[in-house]
């Protein structure tokens, strides 16, 4: 089956600084990668994804790539703010298949 | 459109006792996900349900879990027999199926305390 592995499982940056969060998986079948972000005490939420037809996505200070070939993708958040503070969780999935989670990343956002 | 819809928020059970937590998915979407999450982990499955059939339990405990999801009404989750390592957040997410697969969408957790 998948499994999904995650670096680093804790990141501190400044404030304005950028934050990269590194995934890889395992099943070559796996073909979207959404991301989730979670505050203390409440649900995941996503933030983005990307399939695997597609490398790179952007969403204003959020941006996603995928290296099919190497099997990673990563999680890139530039100009951080301190709202940015959680635990941001990587996740692989093929159709008609439950998704795998990353172990987490606690991302903390220093001013 | 209420997303997913979680009860109890807080559930508190005696060891011994059952414990049912319930889910209401978005509405149009016919896929049910549980995951359960203990303090400071991650997001581990347990089961996959759609309306009246179980896709994929592979994550669920052989004992005391079981989880359903009728024609009418909410999924649920039923844990048996409560022991102190069952306390966790359980959270269950929707996705509407169909040609293509999407992101879940999470309800707020039942957040689960054996005592």
């Known amino acids: 089956g998948e499994n999904v592995e995650q670096h680093p499982s804790t ?25 989730y972000k979670q505050e203390l005490g409440k649900r995941p939420q996503l933030i983005i994804d990307i399939r695997s037809n597609v490398g ?39 159709y008609g298949q439950n998704f795998v989670f990353g172990p987490g990343t606690r991302l903390s956002v220093l001013p | 459109n209420a997303g997913v819809m979680q009860n109890p928020r807080h559930l508190v059970r005696r060891r011994g006792q059952e414990a049912r ?22 997001l581990k499955f347990m089961v996959y349900l759609q309306k009246e059939n179980i896709i994929d339990e592979s994550g669920m405990p052989k004992e005391r879990f079981s989880a359903e999801f009728p024609k009418e009404g909410p999924s649920i989750l039923r844990i048996q027999q409560v022991v102190r390592g069952d306390s966790a957040a359980y959270f269950c997410a929707s996705s509407p199926g169909g040609d293509s697969i999407r992101g879940y969408t999470f309800g707020s957790g039942t957040r689960l305390t054996v005592v």
């Open chain 1, 11 to 35: 990141l501190s940056v400044q404030e304005g600084d950028s934050a990269v969060i590194k995934c890889t998986y395992s099943d070559s079948a796996s073909n979207y990668f959404p991301w």
């Open chain 1, 56 to 94: 790179e996505k952007k969403d204003q200070r959020i941006a996603v790539t995928l290296n099919k070939t190497a099997k990673h993708f990563s999680l890139h958040i530039t100009e951080t703010q301190p709202e940015d503070s959680a635990v941001y969780f990587c996740a692989a999935a093929n």
């Open chain 2, 21 to 42: 937590l319930r889910c209401s998915p978005m509405k149009g979407h016919s896929h049910v996900y549980w995951y359960r999450q203990l303090p400071e982990e991650g």
